[in-house]
């Protein structure tokens, strides 16, 4: 599990460490750390020329410690102070001694620097920050965006929120980003993921909690997910496996019915009933799905119910679905159709799974106000309708409603799988499937979306391998990634 914690949680961490350690002790770890991402950058040190963006604090005593033991390795390495009053004394003094050149960011030489340099070291902005870059940094990192230098940022982009995400203003876009002692959710959330570039971390020695409870997020990885995959026992019939139920499709879109039962069918459940009008194109295509014309109640049992994709405007089936007392997953258009007291009175858990505008719409709000505030948004929409709300996008955002005790809210889970050939039509269609297949089979909520965006993540890359995909290429590649998984 990748695990990032919010700036709270690790300043405090950074506070018990210094504590126990000598002055400046754990800023050199940091800049030995730094140092060597950025020699790792250049390939070769001696002859480079480094230029260093110098905020004032700690951030930019990093970048002054690290761009010194550059210069002892044959670096040209000229650092700009944005606020020379409150550059770092000790960062600055080992600077120089190690024969590096100083210059206020004002100076007439500040500019060329930048545009000469191979590497940009950001060290503008610490993790405490708020708001895009003051004019004058702006204009140094937009200078290094236009030469084509590497720029690498120190703990995160400057202009970035590190527990939001959020990019409000001017922000420097890196290359990579070389984040200390623990990842901060901002790094792992669009839109900041976007100016992050690749992203390493440094171990500083820093006592964590287990989990981020609060303001963190976590991250799957390949062993959570395959300790997390259902698996048959020598006991197990169709039915102990699980079954999910389809209510999906209509005349103008049976084939959001056909993508959907082709989700859940690789997803882990014993067997699919589909309820609708698109019986027929359900059975042409998958002949082992069970149909019916309905109503949901009447199809037979289900461990789980998916509702919405291709529904268009027919509410049929929509109450009956909600009124049951097993799992339901509602998207696309039964987002729009369902009661929204009826979602909330549900004893038994239900899954949204909207994109961007849905959720907008669901929220009342315009939709860019999603997109900059994705974590702020999966989280209002968790806690407003008491629902696991997975929340589609460049980064996919999963969020469990506020436990009902008030300890606070749990964690955020971002999937770090996927490609942006899987912005396809009908690739929704799948996920609500194969999410459903594995809510069937018996997994929480969280861990049934978490687990259902990273296969289908995978899978588009597998379809996909660069070249364009469609939604049922990504359907026959989940069991191919799901083998894959297994095999951890």
């Not at 000229?78 to 080992?94: D, V």
């Not at 001017?170 to 990842?183: K, P, S």
């Not at 570039?197 to 990885?221: F, K, M, N, T, Y």
């Not at 994705?374 to 309708?385: F, I, K, T």
Request: hydrophobic share 45%.
């Amino acid at each position: 599990m990748r695990t990032a914690y919010d700036v709270e949680t690790v300043r405090a961490a950074e506070r018990a460490l210094m504590a126990r350690l000598p002055d400046g002790a754990l800023m050199q770890r940091a800049a030995a750390g730094l140092a060597a991402a950025c020699a790792d950058l250049l390939g070769k040190v001696y002859g480079k020329r480094v230029t260093l963006l110098v905020g004032s604090g700690d951030n930019g005593g990093d970048a002054l410690y690290a761009g010194a033991r550059l210069a002892r390795r044959g670096a040209g390495v000229t650092a700009l102070l944005l606020s020379p009053e409150r550059a770092h004394a000790g960062g600055l003094a080992a600077l120089r001694s190690a024969g590096g050149t100083v210059f206020d960011a004002e100076a007439a030489g500040a500019e060329p620097s930048v545009a000469r340099a191979d590497l940009v070291l950001d060290g503008i902005v610490g993790i405490g920050g708020k708001g895009g870059l003051r004019p004058r940094a702006a204009r140094l990192a937009s200078l290094a965006a236009e030469s084509k230098c590497l720029i690498l940022a120190v703990d995160l982009p400057s202009g970035v929120d590190a527990d939001t995400g959020e990019v409000r203003g001017e922000a420097v876009r890196a290359d990579a980003t070389v984040t200390f002692g623990a990842y901060k959710p901002g790094l792992l959330v669009d839109p900041a993921h976007e100016y992050a570039g690749a992203l390493r971390l440094v171990d500083i020695g820093l006592e964590l909690p287990a989990s981020a409870e609060g303001g963190g997020l976590e991250s799957l990885q390949h062993d959570d997910v395959a300790a997390l995959l259902p698996r048959p026992t020598g006991e197990s019939d169709k039915y102990r496996r699980g079954v999910v139920g389809i209510v999906a499709g209509s005349e103008r879109y049976p084939g959001a019915a056909v993508l959907a039962t082709a989700g859940a069918l690789h997803a882990g459940a014993g067997a699919v009933r589909y309820v609708g009008p698109a019986a027929d194109a359900v059975i042409a295509r998958f002949p082992e799905a069970l149909v019916s014309a309905g109503p949901p109640s009447q199809a037979g049992r289900v461990q789980a119910w998916v509702i919405g994709p291709g529904l268009g405007d027919d509410k049929t089936g929509m109450a009956d679905v909600l009124a049951s007392d097993v799992p339901v997953l509602i998207d696309a258009d039964g987002l729009r159709l369902a009661d929204v007291e009826a979602v909330r009175g549900r004893s038994a858990p239900t899954v949204l799974t909207p994109h961007a505008g849905e959720a907008a719409a669901l929220l009342g709000c315009a939709r860019e106000r999603v997109e900059s505030e994705r974590l702020a948004s999966v989280r209002e929409l968790a806690a407003r309708y008491g629902a696991t709300v997975l929340l589609k996008g460049s980064t996919t955002l999963i969020a469990s409603p506020p436990p009902e005790d008030g300890s606070g809210p749990a964690p955020v889970r971002v999937n770090p799988t996927g490609t942006p050939w899987l912005a396809t039509a009908g690739s929704g269609d799948v996920l609500s499937g194969l999410t459903g297949s594995l809510l069937a089979t018996g997994l929480r909520p969280l861990d049934a979306a978490s687990t259902g965006a990273y296969l289908h993540g995978l899978a588009a890359r597998e379809a996909a391998r660069g070249a364009p995909v469609s939604a049922q290429d990504v359907a026959s590649a989940v069991r191919v990634v799901w083998r894959d998984v297994s095999a951890v």
